[in-house]
């Protein structure tokens, strides 16, 4: 009786976008195994199953305090069955064995090692895995033909999956900003992404472009671009301007949250001096490895001299082995290469009109469970479609004033922040 009245129950409103939802996590053997599990049925694209398991997790990563007692559940929104029996076995037993065995098995740790080179997709991942191919070693011995981001993402495996800080994201901001004032004065960059958010690391940097005068940002992606590829930052990209003709190995109709901005999906050289310009000395963690450091003397004279090296070459082959061995010994994060004076960094360059910048503003910030939730919440209880460039009212025609009057007002009862 006594523990049955110590057992603290949770309100929590079932629309991911509803919820203020800190960094600080107190179920994390819980959301990890979730989170886990998601990735496995995304990976083998199973998205319904994924996002199920994707919202269980987000319900327990907002609770305040360590979940113990599934009683403590009841009530919750999001726990389906099966999230459910994963949550009992972690409490009761000290283990999920869907979570082990699904960790443990060879296809899903193919599938992450494949699907973590850039460019590669479950699809991709799935028809290699069915051709015997598990590891990068298998990949480059196995004569598949590369597209040209796969080639980019596969030469730089371990920087683009060493996650990257918050200073180090301050850099690239820096050279974005030095590139856009350069090509368009008054043009305005804002970051987006995880790194908005205030998380601490992040698999990539995002950033949005927008000029306060409508249409002055046309033709704008192309100017920077050309910009950052004389400076010799970029190791690859890709500038597309509609992502609907994109998608030529990936699904037949573009998933219901890709947008048609001008974007550029790019890999960036960061050297050694430009992560150090943003660096604060007092804040000791932010250079956890200063040996790397003192190697950055004439890092960017290094970084002019090889924009039209083929991939591949740039890297000695005892290096590609070295990395390779590493990946397939299942390590779970890269080594830096001591003696590499710059990193590879994935940045997401998106142009929006100012018109349509403060959707397209939420849109970019993520994360993408909340960007799916808000869309749902919007269309589920307010009847209007809310994406990326616009918002609609299902139900009217209206202004597109007063649409926005009441996107800001329904913006106030989730926790967003825009401008
Ligand atoms: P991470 O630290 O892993 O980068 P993140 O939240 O920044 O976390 P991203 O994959 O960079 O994740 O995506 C950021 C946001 O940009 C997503 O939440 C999504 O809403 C939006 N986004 C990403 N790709 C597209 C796309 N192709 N079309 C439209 N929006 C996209
Ligand atoms: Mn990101
Ligand atoms: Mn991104």
């Given amino acids: 009786q006594q523990v049955e009245a110590e057992v603290v129950t949770f309100s929590v409103p079932s629309y991911a976008c509803q919820r203020r939802t800190t960094l600080e996590n107190h179920n ?28 269980a997790a987000a319900v327990l990563r907002s609770l305040p305090e360590p ?8 009530g919750l929104p999001c726990l389906g069955d099966h999230s459910l029996r994963v949550i009992k076995d972690i409490l009761e037993d000290g283990a999920s064995r869907e979570f082990e065995s699904t960790k443990q098995s060879e296809r899903f740790k193919a599938l992450k090692v494949l699907t973590g080179i850039f460019g590669v997709g479950s699809r991709t991942a799935d028809r290699w895995i069915r051709e015997g191919i598990h590891t990068l070693q298998q990949l480059r011995d ?19 999956n060493r996650p990257l800080t918050a200073a180090e994201a301050e850099a690239v901001g820096e050279i974005v900003e030095r590139a856009v004032v350069s090509v368009l004065p008054g043009a305005q960059i804002t970051l987006t992404g995880g790194f908005r958010r205030g998380k601490l690391t992040g698999h990539d940097v995002d950033f ?21 590829e004389s400076q010799g930052f970029l190791l690859y990209q890709k500038t597309t301007r509609n992502s609907y003709l994109e998608s030529k190995d990936g699904p037949a109709r573009p998933p219901a949250n890709m947008d048609r901005f001008e974007r550029c999906f790019s890999i960036f050289k960061l050297t050694m001096e430009e992560r150090r310009g943003t660096e604060q000395p007092e804040n000791g963690e932010r250079n956890p490895n200063p ?21 591949q070459s740039q890297v000695p082959a005892d290096e590609r082995r070295h990395r390779v061995s590493g990946e397939d010994g299942g390590q779970e994060e890269a080594k830096p290469a001591a003696h590499k004076p710059w990193r590879a960094v994935r940045v997401d360059l998106v ?6 910048f403060a959707f397209a503003l939420l849109g970019w910030t993520g994360s993408k469970l909340f ?15 809310l994406s990326s460039h616009a918002l609609y009212d299902n139900t009217q025609v ?22």
């Fill in 208 to 228: 949005l472009i927008t000029h306060p005068d409508e249409g002055r940002e046309e033709g704008l992606m192309s100017k920077v671009v050309s910009w950052l």
């Fill in 28 to 55: 994390t053997v819980l959301t990890d195994a979730l989170s886990l599990l998601a990735e496995n049925a995304e990976l083998s694209d199973e998205d319904g199953r994924g996002v199920a398991f994707r919202r």
């Fill in 291 to 311: 040996a790397e450091d003192t190697l950055s003397v004439g890092a960017r004279s290094g970084s002019q001299t090889d924009e039209n090296t083929p991939p």
């Fill in 142 to 160: 196995s004569g598949q033909s590369l597209n040209r981001a796969q080639q980019a993402g596969l030469e730089h495996y371990d920087d683009l």
């Fill in 67 to 74: 979940v113990t007692d599934m009683k403590q559940l009841r």
């Fill in 398 to 419: 209206n202004t597109s004033q007063s649409v926005f009057r009441h996107f800001i007002a329904a913006l106030s009862f989730c926790s967003v922040k825009i401008l």
């Fill in 351 to 356: 142009v929006s009109p100012i018109s349509q």
């Fill in 371 to 385: 960007e799916r939730e808000l869309r749902r919440w919007a269309g589920h209880e307010k009847a209007m479609s």
